[in-house]
C-alpha cells in the first residue's frame, strides 16, 4: 500500500487515541504503519532532508491535531485526546482533514484559539496547495526545491549549447577543479593540459601530486543528437594508445544506450557525463552559478530541554 499522507492519517491517529490514555508518537507508530500495511520499504522511504516520509507525515497529521484542540501535550513526547478530540469521533466522520479542523478554531466560548500570534487560517487549514497534494510543509518545500533545480538546471544547459566550443572548454576546466581535481591553487592553463590528440581533449591530475592522471574529451553538441557507441570507441581506443585507466567524456547532450553499454565492462575506467548530469554538477559545485536565497530550516533541540 501507498505512503497515506498526513492528512489521511489524522482519523487512524485520533482512534488510537480514543481511550484517553497517554500517547506517544513512538508508542503509535507501528500502530499506524501496521493499518496501513506499509512495506518496510515504505518505512524506509525518506524525504531530501533525510527524514522518513512516514514518520514525518505522521509527525504533521499530530501538529494538526493539536493546533486544533482535539489532542493536548500532557508533557514533553506525550499526549492525550481532548474532550473536542472525543466528540468529533463521535460524529463518526469518514475522515478528517485540514478543512474539517478548520470548524475546531473556535472555543466554547466563541473566542479564537491561541495558535499563535502571527498565524493565519492558512496555517491551522492548509492553503490550497497542501489541501490538493495532501503534502506535509517539508514535502512542499521539498518539490518546490527540486522544481526550481530542474529549471536551474534546464537554463544551464541551453546557455552552454549556446557558448562557444572554447568557453564550454574553460567551462569542462573550471568544474573539474571544483570537484577537487588537480590542484586549485594553479591557473587552469597549468592545472589542465589542452591535447587536441587522438580522439582526447585534455589531461588533468586526479590529485594534487599528480600521482594519476584522467584523460577527457569534451563534446558541445547543439542540436541535441545523442552520442553513441563509435565516439565512445574512438575515445577509448585514445585512452588505450595512452596507456591510460581513466577517463572522462562530458557532453551538452545525452548518451545512446549502445554507448552506455559499451562502457560497462571496459578493463579501461570510462565515466559518461551527458547534458542533464552536468548542468547538476556545476549546481552542486557552484560553477556558473549563484545562490539567490537561502532558508534555514529548524527544529526543536529536544536535548536542551531535558533537566539534570
Known amino acids: 500500500m501507498a ?4 492528512q489521511s492519517c489524522m482519523l487512524p491517529l485520533l482512534e488510537l487515541c480514543a ?16 493499518k496501513f500495511k506499509l512495506s518496510t520499504n515504505d518505512l524506509e522511504t525518506r524525504l531530501r532532508s533525510g527524514a522518513p516520509v512516514f514518520s514525518n507525515r505522521i509527525a504533521w497529521a499530530k501538529v494538526y491535531l493539536q493546533k486544533a484542540g482535539l489532542i493536548e501535550p500532557v508533557r514533553r513526547g506525550v499526549f492525550q485526546i481532548t474532550q473536542i478530540g472525543l466528540s468529533a469521533l ?12 478548520k470548524k475546531f478554531k473556535e472555543d466554547e466560548e466563541g473566542k479564537e484559539k491561541d495558535i499563535g500570534e502571527n498565524e493565519s487560517d492558512e496555517n491551522l487549514g492548509g492553503d490550497d ?15 518546490g526545491y527540486k522544481f526550481l533545480r530542474a529549471e536551474l538546471a534546464s537554463q544551464l544547459l541551453e546557455e552552454m549549447r549556446g557558448c562557444s566550443w572554447q568557453f564550454f572548454e574553460k567551462l569542462v576546466i573550471d568544474l573539474l577543479l571544483a570537484m577537487g581535481y588537480g590542484d586549485s591553487k594553479m591557473s587552469s592553463s597549468r592545472a589542465f593540459a589542452t591535447t587536441r590528440d587522438g580522439g582526447v581533449d585534455g589531461v588533468i591530475n586526479e590529485d594534487k601530486l599528480g600521482l594519476n592522471v584522467i584523460y577527457t574529451q569534451a563534446k558541445k553538441w547543439n542540436d541535441g543528437t545523442p552520442i553513441g557507441s563509435p565516439e565512445i570507441q574512438k575515445f577509448v581506443g585514445a585512452l588505450h594508445g595512452k596507456k591510460a585507466k581513466k577517463g572522462v567524456f562530458i557532453t551538452t547532450t545525452r548518451f545512446t544506450k549502445d554507448a552506455k553499454d559499451f562502457v560497462e565492462g ?8 551527458d547534458g542533464e548530469r552536468l548542468a547538476n554538477l556545476m549546481i552542486d559545485h557552484n560553477v556558473g552559478v549563484s545562490i539567490r536565497d537561502t532558508f534555514t530550516i529548524k527544529r526543536m533541540d529536544s536535548d536542551y530541554f531535558i533537566e539534570e
Open 90 to 101: 463521535a460524529e463518526k466522520p469518514d475522515h478528517i482533514n485540514t478543512k474539517y479542523l
Open 129 to 143: 496547495s497542501t489541501l490538493e497534494t495532501g503534502k506535509t510543509p517539508d514535502e512542499l518545500i521539498s518539490d
Open 3 to 6: 505512503i497515506p499522507d498526513f
Open 19 to 34: 481511550d484517553g490514555k497517554e500517547k506517544s508518537m513512538k508508542e503509535l507508530a507501528p500502530d499506524l504503519a501496521a
Open 266 to 273: 571496459l578493463e579501461v575506467r570510462v565515466i559518461l557525463i
